[in-house]
Each structure stands twice: as structure tokens, then as C-alpha cells.
């Protein structure tokens, strides 16, 4: 595609970065089929090849964008269904990052968006607030069709992921490795999924240790970032990979730093590109837990379970990390009958904040994966990242888990208590 950036434009190295991969686009076209924007609104302006030049136009002209260019930057779900379907190699995620950036500088909009945005990482990136967030959320979940009456849509959408109870997960510390230690290494703690789901930190540290390895719950570390990106608060992100770096350091050396949570592994792994040379260090360490696993291998297999499970693949999993085919592996090899979820490569909504902040849009992509992971007739879903198991579960009557509770189970855990509503199967232990 072409550019016409001037040389004072290029002088900013975000800009000559953005400016590089716009000419990459030849127009082929072969990404907007896996755009569920594009898929569900049929507007060339909602596709990647639209995006990229509404971005081109938008930064040339710079200062203020319009409505419309806001209103298709804000649609995008950052999926990155289109990176892996370009065959030019178009590094479509560096282009959106910078996008939000620009409009979040240069943009102003309407007083409920700007609280919402304000409110989203002072709540869901602090556990403690969060944890009081849900319980209020509890307490007035029943006034829902209020907040949507009251154009406070992102509210009503953000009550719907409310879990029904939370407990506590266990606090940082070192939990040392059952029998043969085989090393050492960082379970990241996150912020969202330690309030919505601590059932998945609970079976991440015994599944670590089973295989032989040390956990360090890091003191002192907090967000990975992800959400305060999604935004376009570039420098809030940057400054939370700045106070992790110091509390891995601090930790001491680890073999990896593992995630639960496949959107955290994403930003991770960026981490050299945010931050230098002090982040890349870190970033070639991040894991995500199905990928370590992979690697290292499964503690032996002590209970397995013959029940069908549909796998559905994170699009910071699939798209961001490439993790594709280990999953679906390990559950096979811990005794599961793992079926495929059609469309499986379209998003089902979660991305990042986008459910709060576009819960039209989201709701209609939900719908549509649990429509297609019904097609599969499984006894339940297994979903690698807390964002997708909370947008998915409620549209769902099969119990949603995260592929750790169901390897922890069959390599001598407990049952994961999201099975109780499992119907037709009877409970070996
Ligand atoms: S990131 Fe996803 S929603 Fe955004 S343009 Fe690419 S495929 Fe479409
Ligand atoms: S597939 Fe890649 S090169 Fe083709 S239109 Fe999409 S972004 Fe451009």
C-alpha cells in the first residue's frame, strides 16, 4: 500500500514502524474472511485491509480523527486472525497498537465511554478492588436491564461475566516441586484471574510441581499490561512491564515464567519490543502453561477420565502465540476425547475489554461460538484464558474449564468443581 508520510512524520520511530508494515499490504484480500468484523458486518471498512487504510489515512493527516475512524478502530477485537492468514507478513497487531494510541491522544469521547475507559483499569487490574467489584456486581446484578436502558451497555455486559462465588487463591510464596525437581520456575499471577476463576492458579501450582517443578508466586508484581493496551494507554502498559520486570528480578532465576491466562502470555512475550533490551530477557522466558507443559511433558497419568471435550483455542493462543496444535495434544494424552470447535480460528468476543466496551458486537460473536461448540456435542469445554471461559460459559449449558483443571484432575487433582453440573457422567472419584 502506499505512503506518503513526510520525513519530519518518519522522525518518530512508532511512525516509520506503522509506515513499513502499511507498504507490506498488497491488497490481497485474503485476511478479510477471518475477520469476524468483517465476517459479521460485511463492511470493508470493519476488515483488515479496510482498517489498515483508514490507519495509513488517519496518521498522514494527523491531529484528530473522525467519528467513523474511531467508530471501525474500535470495533477491531486486536484477534489477529488476520496476521496469521496474510501471506506478506503485514504485522497488523504493531498497526492497531499504534491506531488506539493516536486516538486515545487525539480524540474525545463521550463522558460514559470516558468513564468506563478511566474505570477498566483502575478495577480489573487491582484484585482487591476487583474482588469488592464483584461482590457488588452480585449484589446488583438483578438491576441489569436498568444500566443497558441507561445507554450503560459496557456495565450491563460487564454484570454478565460476574462469577457466581470467589474465593481466594494462594498468595505469593515458593510452592516447592513434588518429588524429582526439575527446576524452577514463575507462575504469573494476573490480575483479572485470580478474582474471576482461583480455581486455575490452585491447579497451575499443582500441576507444576507434580511435573517436578519449583512455583515462585512472585512478590511485588501486578498486570501484565494487556488491559491498559487494549485502551491505548501505551505508557500506563509500559510502566506495569516495568514494575514486573523488578519483581522477577527480585524472585531470582527461574527456567520460565508461565501464564495461565493466553492474552497476559501475548503481552509477555512483547515485552523486548516494549521495553528493549531490559524486556527481552523476560519475554524469550514467557510460556504459556499448555506450551511449557508440552514441552516438559505430563506427571504421569493416575485418574483418566473418558469424557469428550471441546477445546477452544484463545486468539492470543492461536494468532498471538502460535500455540496451536499442544492443547488439544495434552488433553488427548491425559485421556480426554478432545473434539474440534468449528470456526474455531473466529473470536468469541472476550478480546481483552472489547466485551465491556462493544457488547453488541461481542454478544453476537459469542452466540455464534457457542452455537458452534454446541455443534460438537461435547460433555465440556475447556477454554485456555479467563477471559474467553467468562464470555463463553454463560451462553452455554456445558461446564466451561481451563485445559490446567482438567490435566491437574487426571494426573491426581481433584475433580474440577465446574463438572458438578455434568449431567451424564458419573464421578469416578
Ligand atoms: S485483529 Fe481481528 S477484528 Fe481486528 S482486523 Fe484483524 S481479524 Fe479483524
Ligand atoms: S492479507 Fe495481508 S497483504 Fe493481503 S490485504 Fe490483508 S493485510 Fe493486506
Not at 507443559?293 to 484463545?314: E, M
Request: a positive charge.
Amino acid at each position: 500500500m502506499r505512503t506518503e508520510f513526510s520525513p519530519a512524520q518518519l522522525a518518530d520511530p512508532e511512525v516509520a514502524l506503522s509506515n513499513a508494515q502499511i507498504r507490506k499490504c498488497v491488497h490481497c484480500g485474503f485476511c478479510t474472511a477471518t475477520c469476524p468484523t468483517y465476517v459479521l458486518l460485511g463492511d470493508e471498512r470493519d476488515s483488515p485491509r479496510g482498517r489498515i487504510e483508514l490507519i495509513r489515512a488517519m496518521l498522514e493527516r494527523g491531529g484528530a480523527p473522525t467519528k467513523a475512524e474511531v467508530t471501525h478502530i474500535d470495533r477491531c477485537l486486536s484477534c489477529l486472525a488476520c496476521v496469521s492468514a496474510c501471506p506478506s507478513g503485514v504485522d497488523y497487531g504493531q498497526l492497531i497498537g499504534h491506531a488506539r494510541v493516536h486516538v486515545e491522544a487525539n480524540y474525545r469521547r463521550p463522558w460514559s465511554e470516558r468513564l468506563l475507559r478511566w474505570a477498566i483499569p483502575r478495577v480489573l487490574t487491582r484484585p482487591g478492588r476487583l474482588k469488592a467489584g464483584l461482590a457488588l456486581g452480585r449484589a446488583v446484578r438483578r438491576f441489569e436491564p436498568w444500566f443497558a436502558r441507561l445507554r450503560l451497555g459496557g456495565l450491563a455486559a460487564l454484570l454478565r461475566l460476574v462469577p457466581e462465588t470467589a474465593k481466594s487463591p494462594r498468595g505469593v510464596g515458593l510452592y516447592p516441586a513434588v518429588e524429582e525437581r526439575r527446576g524452577r520456575v514463575i507462575l504469573l499471577q494476573g490480575c483479572v484471574e485470580p478474582a474471576m476463576a482461583p480455581q486455575i492458579r490452585e491447579a497451575a501450582v499443582r500441576l507444576l510441581a507434580r511435573a517436578g517443578f519449583d512455583v515462585v508466586l512472585a512478590a511485588g508484581e501486578g498486570c501484565c499490561g494487556a488491559l491498559s493496551e487494549h485502551l491505548g494507554r501505551a505508557e500506563e502498559a509500559t510502566a506495569m512491564a516495568r514494575r514486573n520486570l523488578r519483581a522477577w528480578a527480585a524472585a531470582g532465576e527461574v527456567d520460565a515464567i508461565v501464564t495461565t491466562a493466553a492474552g497476559c502470555g501475548t503481552t509477555l512475550k512483547a515485552y523486548g519490543r516494549v521495553l528493549g533490551e531490559a524486556g527481552a530477557g523476560p519475554a524469550a522466558k514467557a510460556r504459556d502453561i499448555l506450551e511449557f507443559l508440552a514441552d516438559v511433558g505430563l506427571p504421569p497419568i493416575a485418574s483418566p477420565q473418558a469424557i469428550s471435550v471441546a477445546y477452544h483455542a484463545p486468539c492470543s493462543l492461536q494468532h498471538g502465540q502460535k500455540v496451536l496444535a499442544e492443547p488439544a495434544r495434552l488433553l488427548g494424552e491425559a485421556g480426554f476425547e478432545v473434539r474440534a470447535v468449528p470456526e474455531g480460528h473466529l473470536c468469541c468476543g472476550s478480546a481483552g475489554v472489547y466485551n465491556i466496551l462493544q457488547p453488541e458486537l461481542a454478544t453476537r460473536l459469542r452466540d455464534r461460538k457457542a452455537a458452534n461448540i454446541a455443534r460438537t456435542q461435547a460433555q465440556v469445554v475447556a477454554a485456555g484464558n479467563v477471559g474467553c471461559m467468562a464470555q463463553i460459559a454463560p451462553a452455554l449449558a456445558t461446564p466451561v474449564v481451563h485445559p490446567v483443571e482438567l490435566l491437574d484432575w487426571a494426573t491426581g487433582g481433584p475433580r474440577p468443581q465446574a463438572l458438578d453440573r455434568l449431567q451424564s457422567w458419573a464421578p469416578s472419584d
